[in-house]
């Protein structure tokens, strides 16, 4: 490309003068070059062409004052404001503060190389062995060493001060479902246990209760109480070894909430059957999980599950730390079989439960490999059914279809006999004198040639056609005649009426 530099900047293609001109169409006609640039022919001795590459192409100051960039930003800065100025961005740039918590904080799964001594330090002490010869180093015990690796720095929110509308009532009170499942007792001792119930429902007047409450224990009466672990102990004695078994046999690794085993357990550790809902109980936070809850130490082979779950976390993260003493109440009990996590709990002290939004739908559950039926899992589990497509067809209205091989022969022979009585019909004089009952077959039935493929012409077209041979022995012409008899009158019949008959199916 040519480039002529004068104060109309214009540039065009090479022109190479013709070997021949062609007659001009007008008298007045010019040639194209002498209309379209009248003034270059008069320009050209006085100005030089320069010839530049495409990459060499010379900028001048206007066009980066007009093409270039306004501020000095980076490219994030800038799409980031774009974003925010029309009132859109993806997640990952405007986040709440409870999900900038749980991207930042709570996001596990990334591997990120451990550079600085103190995280390489906290890496290390993840170890039991590695803490426990930290701690003895400190001279400091478990907990006091639990509060100072849990010390909260920058803003942190007052303590949550529970308020109680009333007295909270610690009783010890038999389980309602003692005994357990297969499990025989004394029918005396069972009877005089269930009496505690029928003390509890009894209206009182809460101002009464506070003044007349009492912190001596010595008047108590548990005496159905005692008759209850008597009981409850004689069943820990006959069981303990069975379900320790059972639960080296359904769960190959321990994980909070099931049952602790081996050197985990200790003696004096209370089963199942001794917990019931609403029961208040003292414990100690042991697990906390991003995507489950927290674990509480409650005393017995099982620790108590409080279901917390995403960014409920962001509102509890200051007042829940594990080694901290907690008060809980059990909401419910369940199987251990079939339940992950048989003990169900909430916070009382601290009571955080109005900062729990998320709740779980259903607690988790096991899939075993000898669950055949999902219809009778859920319906054990307390879960709905799952809904079943509708096939759309209604069984009343269409006729009943089966895949039984014996069908497409019943059918096979149905057609042969209305195939004859058609010709019967069309043919009289053909089986005049002949009982239906002696007609025999015209060749030899061969059983293992009853299907033949040929071809035929149907509207000038050859198709491929399939004659099937049915022996006359294996029909009943004399049953079809009369039902073809009873049609034919029932029709008439019809036909009568001024009704339209339909042959049943």
């Not at 596990?108 to 600085?116: A, D, F, K, M, R």
């Not at 060749?443 to 293992?448: A, M, V």
């Amino acid at each position: 490309m040519q480039t002529l530099q004068f104060p109309l900047s214009l540039s065009f293609p090479t022109h190479r003068r013709p070997k021949t001109l062609r007659k001009p169409l007008h008298p007045n006609a010019k040639p194209f070059l002498l209309q379209f640039f009248p003034k270059i022919l008069h320009l050209r001795r006085n100005f030089a062409v320069n010839s530049y590459a495409s990459d060499e192409f010379p900028v001048d100051e206007t066009f980066l004052e007009q093409f270039g960039p306004k501020e000095k930003e980076s490219e994030d800065e800038a799409r980031r404001r774009n974003w925010i100025e029309r009132g859109w961005a993806p997640w990952e740039e405007i986040l709440t503060p409870e999900a900038d918590f749980a991207r930042k904080s709570l996001n596990e799964g990334e591997e990120v190389p451990l550079q600085t001594p103190e995280a390489i330090e906290a890496f290390r002490m993840l170890s039991p062995k590695y803490r426990k010869k930290k701690m003895e180093e400190m001279g400091l015990t478990e907990d006091e060493w639990y509060a100072k690796q849990f010390e909260i720095k920058g803003e942190i929110p007052e303590p949550l001060q529970t308020a109680w509308a009333a007295p909270l009532v610690v009783r010890h009170v038999p389980p309602r479902d003692w005994p357990p499942q297969g499990w025989e007792v004394d029918r005396e001792e069972l009877e005089f246990i269930r009496e505690a119930h029928k003390l509890m429902p009894t209206r009182v007047n809460l101002e009464q209760v506070e003044k007349e409450a009492v912190t001596n224990t010595d008047d108590l009466c548990l005496e159905r109480y005692k008759v209850f672990l008597k009981q409850y102990n004689e069943w820990v004695a006959a069981n303990k070894g069975r379900l320790e078994e059972e639960s080296y046999q359904y769960d190959q690794d321990y994980y909070p909430g099931r049952r602790k085993r081996g050197k985990d357990y200790k003696e004096g550790m209370y089963e199942l059957p001794f917990y019931y809902p609403g029961q208040i109980c003292a414990g100690k936070v042991t697990t906390l999980h991003l995507y489950q809850g927290a674990f509480v130490d409650i005393g017995g082979v099982h620790d108590g599950w409080v279901p917390i779950k995403r960014n409920d976390w962001y509102w509890i993260r200051h007042h829940i730390k594990v080694g901290m003493h907690v008060v809980v109440e059990i909401l419910a009990k369940r199987d251990p079989y079939r339940f992950r996590f048989p003990i169900e709990m909430r916070f009382v002290d601290p009571n955080i439960d109005h900062l729990v939004f998320n709740r779980f739908d259903f607690p988790p559950i096991f899939h075993r490999d000898e669950d055949t039926n999902p219809d009778e899992i859920r319906r054990d589990c307390g879960r709905p059914p799952i809904p079943r497509k509708d096939p759309g067809d209604n069984p009343v209205e269409e006729p009943l279809l089966s895949n039984h091989p014996f069908v497409d022969k019943l059918w096979q022979i149905h057609v042969a006999e209305q195939m004859i009585l058609d010709d019967i019909e069309a043919n009289p004089d053909k089986y005049k004198d002949k009982k239906l009952s002696e007609l025999s077959d015209d060749e030899d039935f061969d059983e293992e040639n009853t299907v033949e493929y040929t071809k035929a012409y149907y509207k000038k077209t050859l198709l491929p056609k399939v004659i099937l041979k049915q022996s006359v022995k294996e029909l009943d012409l004399e049953a079809a005649l009369a039902e073809r008899q009873l049609h034919n009158k029932l029709k008439e019949e019809a036909k009568e009426r001024g009704e339209k008959y339909k042959v049943p199916s």
